[in-house]
């Protein structure tokens, strides 16, 4: 079975960074990318960007492009996602989901994480 | 960036009715190459990530009860649920995946009445 095991809940102080991961299993890590997603209360799902673990290529929204960083360690089958200096409006939910990669890592989210809170205050 | 709008955003349902909810796109997420509709559906339950229910507007995912069905094309879809259980209490939540960025609409809850 896939499964994608994301990192316990952090609690931060503004300015803080953090890296929070997503360790993948029961499939080729190699073979789809992998994707984060943001959920605020109250606004929906927002997709981050993505990451290919066979070559490290990353692509962000631009409405994330230069806030965060994702990576990945193929040697364990982990995806992470860190912020340099956080905000107290990184606040939210993040989720990892592996992208069907059907159409070049721009599809749809078969297994998702089981969510990473994320509360950043002073 | 494609907007994906949904409605309503709540839906209160008799157990056994039909729940209809509907997901408009900004513009067409028409996929040329294949002639079908980059368009997905999930269910996400209290308390738990996304599920997916559909790819392509209306291939279900393996799983997904026969009682979901997902239908549309171009700007407008509907995901219907023919026949709600009480397990089918969550929010629905629809997403484009033809252009970057990919976009979800807002999500609509489903209660039981």
């Known amino acids: 079975d896939v499964q994608l095991v994301q990192s316990g809940a952090e609690v931060k102080k503004p300015g803080e960074s953090l890296k929070i991961s997503c360790k993948a299993s029961g499939y080729s890590f190699t073979s789809n990318y992998i994707a984060w997603v943001r959920e605020m209360p109250g606004k929906g799902l927002e997709w981050m960007g993505i990451?290919?673990?066979?070559?490290?290529?990353?692509r962000y929204s631009p409405s994330f492009q230069g806030q965060v960083t994702i990576s990945v360690d193929k040697s364990i089958t982990t995806s992470y996602l860190q912020w340099s200096s956080l905000k107290a409006s990184d606040t939210a939910m993040y989720y990892c989901?592996?992208?069907?990669?059907?159409?070049?890592?721009?599809?749809?989210?078969?297994?998702w994480g089981q969510g990473t809170l994320v509360t950043v205050s002073s | 960036d494609i907007v994906m709008t949904q409605s309503p955003d709540s839906l209160v349902v008799s157990l056994g009715e039909r729940a209809t909810i509907n997901c408009k796109s900004s513009?067409?997420?028409?996929?040329?190459?294949?002639?079908?509709?980059?368009l997905a559906w999930y269910q996400q339950k209290p308390g738990q990530p996304p599920e997916l229910l559909f790819y392509?507007?209306?291939t279900r995912e393996f799983g997904v009860p026969e009682r979901f069905s997902g239908s549309g094309s171009g700007t407008d879809f509907t995901l219907t649920i023919s026949s709600l259980q009480a397990e089918d209490v969550a929010v629905y939540f629809c997403q484009q995946y033809c252009a970057t960025p990919l976009t979800f609409g807002g999500g609509t809850k489903v209660e039981i009445k």
């Open positions: 513009q067409s997420v028409l996929y040329s190459s294949n002639n079908k509709n980059c």
């Open positions: 990451i290919y673990p066979g070559d490290s290529q990353t």
């Open positions: 392509w507007a209306s």
């Open positions: 989901a592996r992208s069907s990669s059907v159409l070049d890592g721009y599809d749809w989210f078969d297994s």
